[in-house]
């Protein structure tokens, strides 16, 4: 297993952890959530939560959690590209 292997598998595990957390605030706030199903519906119902939020130290918590959501996926994205191009 080469480093970019190592690398793709974290960035995934820190996209899938960052989404947990997206699914479990949305589920605290009272929407409804189903872990298999609705990954951009509820994408998209966090995004308006954070709109919303009137406490600034929830918005910034939940910014956080979107944020690395985003910068994991693009990770993943950018190590998958290099493994398929064969650059290591």
Do not use: C, P
């Amino acid at each position: 297993m080469s480093w970019l292997e190592i690398g793709l598998f974290g960035s995934v595990v820190f996209a899938a952890y960052h989404f947990q957390q997206i699914k479990i605030t949305l589920k605290s706030k009272g929407h409804d959530v189903n872990i298999f199903t609705g990954w951009i519906a509820d994408y998209r119902k966090f995004k308006e939560l954070i709109l919303s939020e009137t406490d600034k130290e929830l918005k910034i918590k939940y910014q956080g959690n979107l944020n690395g959501f985003r910068l994991a996926l693009a990770g993943s994205a950018v190590i998958a590209t290099l493994i398929v191009f064969g650059k290591t």
